[in-house]
């Protein structure tokens, strides 16, 4: 199975920037996505920002502008770049892999990280 490791996460205040990496065990298909979703307390999961195998790059309305998603081929890596970030961005993040192209819907994806924390404090 294909395992992924996320890191990057922690604590920063209101306006700060964190990035965000996953690794995965192997290539994904030729056809794939690479996506990051977060979950806070009480809400439910949602797609954050997502990356084709063509390079195509997706984000959720509310991150526009602020994140930025990117991928290093040669080491299977994909990097979430969060700016200005927000108390509102508070959640567990976690990395996904689909063997299609992408969604925001969370079970089209078979493969997922462990999460990492990301706290912004006001």
């Known amino acids: 199975q294909v395992q992924l490791v996320e890191s990057g996460g922690g604590s920063v205040q209101s306006g700060g920037s964190l990035r965000l990496s996953c690794t995965a065990s192997r290539y994904t298909s030729s056809r794939h996505c690479m996506g990051w979703f977060r979950q806070a307390p009480g809400k439910e999961r949602e797609g954050v920002a997502g990356?084709?195998?063509?390079?195509?790059?997706s984000f959720a309305d509310s991150v526009k502008g602020r994140f930025t998603i990117s991928q290093d081929n040669a080491k299977n890596t994909v990097y979430l770049q969060m700016n200005s970030l927000k108390p509102e961005d508070t959640a567990m993040y976690y990395c996904?892999?689909?063997?299609?192209?992408?969604?925001?819907?969370?079970?089209?994806?078979?493969?997922w990280g462990q999460g990492t924390q990301v706290t912004v404090s006001s």
């Open positions: 990356i084709d195998s063509d390079g195509s790059t």
């Open positions: 996904a892999a689909a063997p299609s192209i992408c969604s925001n819907s969370w079970w089209d994806f078979a493969y």
